[in-house]
C-alpha cells in the first residue's frame, strides 16, 4: 500500500511505500484522524505537504502535526471534514419543514461555497422539522443533526481538479448478515459497557417570554418509568412573526427532542475484528452500518453502529479495531451538552 503527500493544490509531491506505521481511523460521528510515522529523512517533506491521501480510501487527510522524534518523524492530522470546524453559523438562519440532509446542504452552500454539493438522497435522509440557528459550529450543528437521524457526512476531493464535494451519507443496516460473536470466530478481543446515569427521559423547554408569561413545552419519553427531568432554556428560539402558537410549540417541542438525543443510555462494544473471518471488512461490514454484536456467554446481543473503525499498518501487519455504539462522553463535550 502507498501513502501519497500532497501538496495545497492536491498535486503529489511524494509517494512512500515504506513506512513503520499508519493508523487511519474512520469516525461516523465526527471527522476521522491518522498517524503516518516514517523514517526521519522524511521530515522535509512532511513540513512541505499540506494532505496525505490514499488510494484505497475515500478520505483525505490535512496535515495539522508533524515532528521529528529521531530516527524517525511523523505526521497527524483529522478528514477533510473539519473544514467545518472553520466556520460559525452567522448570521442566523431559519428553516422551515426542512429535513436534516436540506439543512446541512444548506448550511454549506451558504458558509463554504467553494465545496460543491453532492447529489441529494432519494429519498432525502431525515424528517421535517423547523429550526433556527445563529452562532453555532457548523461542523458541531452539522454532525448533531444528522446523528439524530442516524446519518453522517463527508467531504471529498477529486484529485484531478482540487474539487471538494460534501455529501450526506447513512450506513447500511446489516444486523441479519453481519454478526459478530466469539463464538461465530470473528473477533479476537471483546469488550462491553452500558451505562444510564444520565439518561433523561422528560424535557421542560422554556421559550420566550419572562415570569409567568414564559411559554413551555413538555417532551415525555418516559412511558410510565420513573421521570428523569432536564430542563432546557430555549429562550434563543424566538416566534416569528405570523408564526402560529402551534408551530411555535412545534419548534420548541423539537428542541426538546434534541435535547434528549444527547441523553440516552450509553451502550458501547470495543471489539478486534478477525480480518481472516468469513465476514470481509468494506463489504459484508463497514463505518456506519448497523451490525449484531453477540456475547452467548453472558447473554449480551445488542444491534449497534459501527461508529469507529481503527486501521493500523505496522511492521507488514494489520489489525482492525471496531466501535460499536457511542462512547461515554469526553469532558468538552460533556460540558457542552450541559451548557447549551
Same mark, same amino acid.
Given at each position: 500500500m502507498d501513502v501519497y503527500l500532497l501538496n495545497g493544490d492536491f498535486e503529489i509531491v511524494k509517494i512512500i511505500d515504506d513506512f513503520s506505521s499508519l493508523i487511519w481511523r474512520r469516525k461516523y460521528n465526527e471527522p476521522g484522524n491518522f498517524e503516518l510515522h516514517c523514517v526521519h529523512? @522524511?521530515? =522535509?517533506?512532511? %513540513?512541505?505537504?499540506?494532505?496525505?491521501?490514499? $488510494?484505497d480510501r475515500a478520505e483525505v487527510g490535512i496535515i495539522e502535526n508533524y515532528g521529528?522524534?529521531?530516527?524517525?518523524?511523523?505526521?497527524?492530522?483529522?478528514?477533510?471534514?473539519? @473544514?467545518? =470546524?472553520?466556520? %460559525?453559523?452567522?448570521?442566523?438562519?431559519?428553516? $422551515?419543514?426542512?429535513?436534516?440532509e436540506t439543512i446541512a446542504r444548506s448550511l454549506i452552500a451558504v458558509l463554504l461555497p467553494d465545496i460543491s454539493l453532492g447529489?441529494?438522497?432519494?429519498?432525502?435522509?431525515?424528517?421535517?422539522?423547523?429550526?433556527?440557528?445563529?452562532?453555532?459550529?457548523?461542523?458541531?450543528?452539522?454532525?448533531?443533526r444528522l446523528i439524530s437521524v442516524g446519518a453522517s457526512c463527508s467531504v471529498t476531493c477529486d484529485l484531478g481538479s482540487g474539487q471538494l464535494t460534501f455529501s450526506v451519507w447513512k450506513g447500511t443496516d446489516r444486523s441479519t448478515s453481519a454478526i459478530f460473536s466469539q463464538e461465530w470466530d470473528n473477533l479476537k478481543s471483546f469488550s462491553y459497557e452500558c451505562s444510564d446515569k444520565d439518561y433523561r427521559n422528560y424535557a421542560v423547554v422554556a421559550g420566550q417570554g419572562e415570569g409567568s408569561a414564559r411559554q413551555f413545552v413538555t417532551v415525555d419519553h418516559s412511558d410510565g418509568d420513573r421521570r428523569r427531568e432536564i430542563f432546557v432554556d430555549a429562550r434563543d428560539v424566538q416566534q416569528e412573526e405570523n408564526e402560529s402558537a402551534q408551530d411555535y410549540a412545534a419548534r420548541l417541542t423539537q428542541r426538546g427532542e434534541e435535547k434528549l438525543a444527547q441523553y440516552e443510555v450509553i451502550q458501547k462494544c470495543d471489539a478486534d475484528i478477525d480480518t481472516e473471518s468469513s465476514l470481509r471488512y468494506r463489504e459484508d461490514f463497514d463505518l456506519g452500518d448497523v451490525c449484531t454484536v453477540k456475547d452467548d456467554r453472558h447473554g449480551i446481543i445488542c444491534q449497534k453502529r459501527i461508529t469507529e473503525c481503527e486501521e493500523v499498518y505496522e511492521n507488514g501487519s494489520f489489525t482492525l479495531s471496531v466501535v460499536f455504539g457511542e462512547g461515554y462522553l469526553l469532558l468538552p463535550k460533556y460540558l457542552e451538552r450541559k451548557l447549551k
Open positions: 529523512t @522524511l521530515f =522535509a517533506e512532511f %513540513v512541505a505537504a499540506k494532505y496525505v491521501y490514499r $488510494s521529528l522524534n529521531f530516527p524517525s518523524c511523523f505526521c497527524k492530522g483529522r478528514f477533510l471534514e473539519c @473544514l467545518l =470546524a472553520d466556520k %460559525v453559523i452567522y448570521p442566523a438562519q431559519t428553516f $422551515s419543514g426542512k429535513t436534516q447529489t441529494v438522497n432519494s429519498p432525502e435522509i431525515g424528517n421535517s422539522i423547523t429550526t433556527q440557528v445563529t452562532g453555532d459550529n457548523l461542523m458541531e450543528y452539522i454532525y448533531d
